[in-house]
């Protein structure tokens, strides 16, 4: 998959969420590449290949500044999204995953009092962003027509 597919795939699965990301403009705002063989810098040609088979779009709306980071496994890449730096973080408005070059939507739950409850960027940004937790934070992966490059 190059940057030019991994563009026109985020366009086709944008989610009509106020805060989310459509990938119009993905290549514009894109600042880091960050593979499991190295970073690349800018500027990035459209026909750069992403070789590794585990990646992630990360989307920053307030800047606006896109990233592309690359994992060894599937375990690297769900990590990254339920850490510091993924989705729950509030600087973070948008991550898309993408296994062996396809789409790949998930949701994130986590435990509120006795029950699960689905995280929404939107509601996390409405209120206090910063002060809130996610006890029991997973990721679970949910069935996709297939998108492919």
């Known amino acids: 998959m190059n940057l030019i597919q991994l563009a026109d795939v985020l366009t086709t699965c944008a989610v ?4 989310a990301f459509d990938g119009s403009d993905f290549l514009e705002t894109l ?14 040609s459209p ?6 088979r585990f990646i992630v779009v990360e989307h920053a709306g307030h800047v606006p500044e896109s990233s592309v ?4 496994d ?3 890449l769900e990590a990254f999204i339920l850490g510091p730096a993924g989705l729950t973080n509030p600087f973070t408005t948008f991550c ?6 396809s789409y790949r939507p998930f949701r994130l739950l986590y435990v509120d009092g ?3 409850v689905e995280f929404s960027k939107a509601e996390q940004l409405e ?3 910063f002060g809130h937790e996610y006890p029991e934070l997973r990721l679970e992966w949910l069935p996709t027509a297939r998108h492919g490059s």
């Open 16 to 19: 009509d969420d106020p805060w």
């Open 31 to 44: 600042s880091r590449i960050e593979m499991t063989d190295g970073v690349l810098q800018p500027p990035f």
């Open 47 to 52: 026909e750069i290949e992403l070789n590794d």
């Open 69 to 72: 980071w690359g994992f060894a």
């Open 74 to 76: 599937r375990t690297e």
């Open 96 to 101: 898309v995953a993408f296994v062996d070059g």
């Open 114 to 116: 006795a029950r699960d």
């Open 127 to 129: 209120r206090d962003p």
